[in-house]
């Protein structure tokens, strides 16, 4: 009696994850068909904007994180060429400005900002194609600079971006 409840349970969750489609335990839902992604590089444009300047490696760095979350939060196989998935885009803004003053007129907090022209393609569903701008920010004290603040700065602007694009093209949040 206790073998046949056993099998009845085994077989009910089988039925239960197959009904669930082809969906990860971190929120994706990946579309049917879909096995492939690519991350296109994201060229760093921001010094071409008044009043952002230029971080080297900036743009390989966060081409990497965004790479990072998909393949970590999905079971895609991430391509260079006819991905199934596109992901591509330009760094547009990176600048540093003051945001809270001192009695004596000075900044006590600087913002660090990023903002990216996202683009999305869906070869296998094109009516998911987008385009849209993300943007972050990373307040810091006004007596450091920026190299003093970049790693963590940076950590917390792709982790949110990131999370935003991931959200948009592969959670539907």
């Known amino acids: 009696m206790m073998w046949s409840q056993n099998k009845i349970m085994i077989v009910l969750l089988a039925l239960c994850f197959q009904a669930c489609g082809i969906y990860s335990f971190t929120g994706a839902s990946i579309p049917p068909g879909v096995t492939t992604f690519q991350v296109n590089f994201f060229e760093n444009l921001a010094g071409n904007r008044p009043g952002s300047t230029v971080e080297p490696g900036l743009d390989n760095d966060f081409t990497n994180a965004l790479q ?6 999905t079971n895609l196989n991430l391509v260079t060429q006819e991905g199934h998935l ?3 885009g330009e760094i547009t803004e990176y600048s540093v400005t003051p945001m809270s003053a001192t009695a004596n007129n000075t900044a006590a907090q600087n913002r660090l900002k990023m903002t990216v022209a996202f683009r999305f393609f869906n070869t296998k569903k094109e009516e998911d194609d987008y385009k849209k701008s993300y943007s972050f920010f990373y ?3 006004a007596e450091l600079q920026v190299y003093d603040v970049i790693d963590a700065a940076h950590k917390e602007i792709f982790d949110r971006i990131t999370q935003d694009i991931f959200n948009d093209t592969l959670a539907k949040w």
């Open 68 to 73: 990072d979350i998909i393949m970590n939060q």
């Open 86 to 88: 596109i992901y591509e």
């Open 139 to 141: 307040d810091f004290p």
